[in-house]
C-alpha cells in the first residue's frame, strides 16, 4: 500500500473524536494541533478549511453522517482526518454509514469512485481483523466493498480491497452473498469486465 503523506505524532492528543451518534466533534485547537503535526505547508489552510465544511455539512444535516459529508476523492483531506482520530475509534467511525437508508460506509464509496481513497482507509486500520471488519461491512441490500469492486472496469480495485489478507479470509469475502445471493463472481459476470474477471478469477485460485 502506498505510504501515507504524513502521521500524528504519538504525543498529540487526537483532535478528532466519534460522538455516539455517529458525527464527529472536532477540537477547537484543530489547527495548533495540525501545525504542530504537520509543519507549516501550504496545504494546511486547505486541510482544515475540508474539515470545518464536514462539520457545517452535518450542522445542516442532522440524519446524516461523515461518509456523506466529504469528496471521497479529497485523498488528503481523508488521510489526516482518519490520521486524527484515536487507533481504537477508527474502525467504529469507518465502519459508521453516512445515512441509515443505505447504510455505505466510507469504504463502500471508495469502491466506488477512487482506489486511492480505499489504500488509505485500509491503511488507516491497524491490523487484518479491522480490515476484514471493514471489508465484509454491508449496506442494506447486503453488499460489500468486494461485491462493488467487481462493478469497475479495472482490474485493480480487487486486489487493492484484497491484499495482506489471510487465505481464508479472503475466501470468506470472496463467497459472501448479498440478498439476492450474488457472490462477487456474480458480479463480475454480471457488469461484463474482462479484467476485472481476471482479477477475481486470479484471487479464488489461490484460495
Known sequence: MARRIWKLPRH????????????I???????????????????????????????AYQTEHPDER?????????????DIILQCIAPEQRLTFLNTPGDQT???TLLHWA????????????????????RYQLLSKCEC???TPIHL?????EEEPIGILLSGLSKERRTQLLIKCDSNGFTPL??????????AFESLLSELSHC
Open 25 to 55: 466533534s472536532v477540537d477547537d485547537n484543530l489547527e495548533f494541533h495540525l501545525k504542530a503535526a504537520l509543519g507549516v505547508k501550504e496545504k494546511l489552510s486547505y486541510l482544515v478549511d475540508t474539515i470545518r465544511e464536514i462539520i
Open 102 to 104: 443505505d447504510q455505505l
Open 141 to 143: 441490500r447486503k453488499i
Open 111 to 130: 469502491t466506488k469512485l477512487s482506489n486511492a481513497s480505499a489504500k488509505i482507509i485500509l491503511q488507516s486500520v491497524e491490523n487484518e481483523e479491522d
Open 12 to 23: 498529540y492528543r487526537y483532535p478528532i473524536t466519534l460522538l455516539e451518534d455517529g458525527r
Open 66 to 78: 461523515f461518509a456523506n459529508a466529504i469528496d471521497i476523492k479529497q485523498t488528503d483531506a481523508l
Open 186 to 195: 456474480h458480479w463480475v459476470c454480471a457488469n461484463g469486465n474482462q479484467k
Open 149 to 153: 469492486a467487481c462493478t469497475r472496469e
